[in-house]
Every structure is written in C-alpha cells, then in structure tokens.
C-alpha cells in the first residue's frame, strides 16, 4: 500500500561510490518506531539489529552504519509528512469501501453531577 507513495521520491543514484540504499525500508522503519513507540532513532536501529523479524519486515538485507541509518530518518522526517501522507492513501484506499461495523464502549463510570463542597458539609480539606 506504501510502495506508491514510495515511487515519488527521486532515486539518488549518481553513480559514485556506492549505491544509495532505498527509501521504502526506511519508511517501513519509520512506521515501525510509531508503531513500536520507539523515541530514538538509535534504538530503532538497535531494534533492527536484533529482531530479524522486523529487519525483514522492514526490508533490509543489511542494517545500514549508524551515520546512514541517521541520515536517511532525518532526510524522511524533513520531507515526508506520514500523517498527510497515509492519510491521503488510507482515503483513496477505503473511498469505495463501506463501514461493516462499529465498537462502542459500554462501560459505566461513575461520576457525581456536581462536585461535593467539603465546606458546606463541614469537613477540612
């Protein structure tokens, strides 16, 4: 679903050195700290570095240095909205599709309509 999106962003292979890695691992990585809540970009990637798993998920064959991996989240966090972004690609994804059910919350809280006033009952706070 995100590898449209992914297809906006320009390929920056100049043919020296070696080749760029590709953004859509480092998106998927991007979403996974959300989803994760993982704060630092650190963790993250020691995250990734453990957890095969997520490491495929994600796409990587090879983990990135620290310095790239870095490199690419801030070039993602300076370009890349995901709230406008998915959200623009959760409408066109769900525009045709109905609603086939709803969660509501039932539970009862207890609550008074008015506070208690301590002084009129005659008790310290």
Known sequence: MIEPFVESFPEDNQHRGRPSYSVLPFLRAALAKRYFKIGATSDLRLRLLSDTNLKQIC????????????????????????????????????????????????????????PVNAIYYGQCL
């Open 59 to 114: 796409g990587f064959e090879n983990i990135p240095s620290a310095a790239s991996f870095s490199r690419y989240m801030s070039y993602l966090a300076d370009n890349v909205s995901l709230e406008e972004s998915l959200g623009k690609m959760m409408k066109d994804y769900y525009k045709d599709k109905s609603v086939d059910s709803v969660v509501r919350d039932s539970t009862a809280i207890s609550a008074r309509e008015k």
